[in-house]
């Protein structure tokens, strides 16, 4: 398998060699970085929703243009920055010049190729997340700390008619195009946007701005802003919402398919191809990802069962898994004291972070629940802090679902989603002031969540698996992740129908059923995504491997962790270079 994923990396990592320069040219570093901040300020503008959620507020007022005007004008800006950088000579560049210029060159190219899928370019709808909340889930990142912000949110809710029309717009193309999500991912999505159809005006996801306006805004400018507030909601915000729903529901649902895998769709198949080569950022084919699947899976359940067997349960492997989710022992008695769980791992794991790493970030995070429209299946996720620092890092946990949450999954999944897993890795990657704004805020998904994975198993090395049942339920996402490689590749390329699907990652990773097919509706809607996470995992655990076995005595885990994310967010073949550099470094010091 490391071979495998060796292979698969070298491929990838033979355009990057070249020899580095004497001396660095100073006007084509000038060059370079000038159209590194011509693209991140054009995107800002374009993409105003991704602007606020780095904490960017000067597009508060605006949201995406999804017009076919709007869209071609910006994919021909991609294919001339790409264009523009492939002229740079990087021969004059020094070192990490040359490294970001590779990066930038590699995510144009890789959005420039996506511009000749038309059909999948249309899919607005995912099982988790999409048209049908995620202007929900923006407005709760809006800040209104004063009047010109309040004026921002209700600009923003003021142009979200225009946008729910132009996405109703890209989805009908797609039907003409045969392009059309799953009907489970569609019967899903249209549960989601009654959640925020029922929720009142006042008290529902779009006000929350209004809910926590400025000290700086006088009272009777407060009240008159939410009286403003409410009336758009009820006049624009949910007459469009009602729109979207009605489209779903009618002749979008009409011609949705039973299944949504990429095989069944016109070019499905080099999509998936593209999706799975951007996900793990390797060469490795879908048949090579779903063997690696089948074999990591294999030898994760082994050690599940040792732990059945070691405590002593003879009814198999099954029913000990009932017992852990039945058994109330195993369960907080409320949402709060589920919050409440979570944050005491967190501040257990915070306390351990030194022996792990050299270098932390300063930037907080909280842990906090997520909201209720996003329903009791959905997983838990993280958002980063703002590049600018004025907002928190937050670990958003599913509170609703908190009869389904046993206390014995908790603690991977707090290393996971918080410290040391997505909290650490991105804050650290946002303080990194000397890199690129792109690089900065940027990620590929082999990396980032690759890294979480693997942060999951330190918590073996700091003793927060501290009995047999945490340790199954480190193990247990452990076998999800090594499953997803199975499953994704199962239903997109290998003929898998959902059912098939479900019932695989059921019966060999014991996962709850009704989470696990919120999870198959996830990969069916969103393909190739769960990929990274495992491939991300291994190429990390194996470039440790690697340095320990190099360096002996020598070798400190700390520094070996900040040299893995202190470049930012990096494809696994470059992430590999920029181990074995420092392997060589660190041999240098003596």
């Known amino acids: 398998m490391r071979r495998l994923l060796a292979a698969a990396a070298l491929a990838v990592a033979t355009a990057f060699a070249a020899p580095a320069p004497a001396t660095a040219d100073p006007q084509e570093a000038a060059a370079l970085h000038a159209l590194f ?16 959620y780095r904490g960017d507020l000067r597009f508060n007022d605006r949201l995406t243009d999804l017009s076919p005007e709007a869209i071609a004008a910006h994919d021909a800006l991609v294919r001339q920055w790409l264009e523009e950088a492939r002229a740079i000579r990087r021969e004059r560049l020094d ?3 040359r490294l970001s210029l590779d990066l930038f060159t590699r995510q144009l190219a890789l959005r420039a190729e996506q511009q000749a899928f038309a059909g999948y370019r249309t899919f607005m709808i995912g099982a988790l997340g999409g048209a049908q909340n995620e202007f929900a889930g923006l407005m709760r990142l809006v800040p209104v700390r004063t009047a010109l912000q309040a004026e921002q949110a209700l600009q923003r809710m003021a142009a979200y008619p225009r946008l729910v029309d132009q996405q109703v717009d890209l989805m009908r193309r797609g039907m003409a195009l045969g392009w059309v999500p799953a009907r489970s991912v569609l019967e899903r999505s249209l549960a989601q946007i009654d959640d925020q159809l ?9 006000s929350e701005p209004f809910r926590r306006l400025g000290s700086d805004i006088a009272p009777a400018d407060q009240a008159a802003l939410r009286a403003r507030a409410h009336r758009a909601i009820a006049d624009q915000v949910l007459p469009a919402l009602r729109r979207l729903r009605a489209f779903i529901a009618g002749e979008y649902l009409g011609r949705a398919p039973a299944n949504g895998a990429l095989s069944g769709y016109p070019d499905g198949a080099r999509v998936y191809e593209y999706l799975a080569r ?10 090579e990802i779903h063997a690696i699947g089948q074999r990591e899976l294999a030898a994760i359940r082994a050690e599940m069962d040792a732990i059945v067997m070691q405590v002593g349960f003879d009814r198999g492997f099954a029913a000990f898994v009932e017992h852990l989710n039945t058994d109330p022992r195993y369960f907080h008695r409320s949402p709060d004291e589920l919050l409440a769980g979570y944050r005491a791992i967190a501040k257990r794991i915070d306390a351990e972070l030194p022996r792990l790493f050299a270098q932390l970030p300063r930037a907080p995070y909280g842990v906090r629940a997520m909201p209720s429209f996003q329903g009791p299946d959905a997983a838990e996720y993280y958002e980063g802090p703002a590049l600018d620092g ?3 890092g937050f670990f958003n946990a599913n509170t609703l679902g908190w009869r389904t949450r046993p206390t014995w999954k908790m603690a991977t999944l707090t290393a996971h989603e918080a410290v040391p897993g997505h909290h650490l890795q991105i804050a650290r990657s946002v303080e990194l002031g000397a890199l690129p704004q792109f690089r900065r805020a940027g990620g590929y998904t082999a990396f980032v969540e690759g890294w979480a994975v693997y942060a999951e198993t ?35 390329s290998q003929g898998w ?21 919120s999870e198959v509706d996830r990969y069916t809607s969103i393909p190739g995504q769960a990929l990274g996470y495992m491939i991300g995992k291994l190429k990390i655990a194996e470039l440790r491997e690697r340095a320990a076995q190099r360096l002996g005595s020598r070798f400190d885990v700390r520094r070996f962790h ?20 420092w392997i060589a470094e660190e041999l240098a010091r003596g």
Do not use: C, K
Request: hydrophobic share 40%; aromatic share 8%.
């Open 562 to 581: 900040n040299a893995v994310i202190d470049q930012g967010a990096l494809p696994l073949d470059v992430l590999e270079r920029v181990i074995d550099d």
């Open 95 to 97: 070192p990490a010049d």
């Open 278 to 287: 951007r996900s793990t950022t390797t060469s490795l084919a879908p048949a």
């Open 37 to 52: 901040e011509r693209q991140w300020e054009a995107n800002a503008s374009r993409f105003p929703e991704d602007a606020t």
């Open 390 to 392: 004025t907002r928190a």
């Open 198 to 206: 029922a929720a009142p005006v006042e008290s529902g996801p779009f």
């Open 497 to 517: 129908s959902r059912q098939q699907a479900i019932d695989f990652m059921v019966e060999r990773t014991g996962m709850e059923r009704g989470f696990v097919t």
């Open 458 to 492: 330190l918590g073996r090395e700091i003793g927060v698996y501290d009995d047999p049942y945490s340790l199954f339920g480190h193990l247990q996402w452990q076998a999800f992740r090594a499953a997803r490689l199975v499953v994704d590749t199962g239903i997109h």
